[in-house]
């Protein structure tokens, strides 16, 4: 058994900054890439940023310059560092792995549970 438990979301004004942390655990045997993705009301989920375990990252072209991954391997964690927020990034926001755990060595998607992040005008 495997948990993504995500952290970090709440209220902000635009222009505003938070950071959102999704920690893996359990039965963890190896992480492969990591991500966020968000989903607004009446829209569909889309990929924020990735990174992989060598720590090349991608973003969407709508965070590019604001928003920054990064991953600590030894702690099982990804990080999404969110600056200069703008009311249009409002959404749930999702903590997505590729893992494999030592019960089955299958690599499979995982998701987190979702945590709320609004940006008030």
């Known amino acids: 058994q495997v948990q993504l438990v995500e952290s970090g979301g709440g209220l902000v004004q635009a222009g505003g900054s938070l950071r959102l942390s999704c920690a893996a655990s359990?039965?963890?045997?190896?992480?492969?890439?990591m991500g966020w993705y968000r989903q607004a009301p009446g829209k569909q989920r889309e990929l924020v940023a990735g990174i992989t375990s060598g720590g090349r990252t991608n973003y969407a072209d709508s965070v590019k310059g604001r928003f920054t991954i990064s991953r600590d391997n030894a702690k099982n964690t990804v990080y999404l560092q969110m600056n200069s927020l703008k009311p249009e990034d409002t959404a749930v926001y999702y903590c997505?792995?590729?893992?494999?755990?030592?019960?089955?060595?299958?690599?499979?998607?995982?998701w987190g549970q979702g945590t709320q992040v609004t940006v008030s005008s």
């Open positions: 359990g039965d963890v045997s190896s992480l492969n890439t």
């Open positions: 997505h792995a590729n893992m494999m755990t030592y019960s089955d060595r299958v690599l499979r998607h995982y």
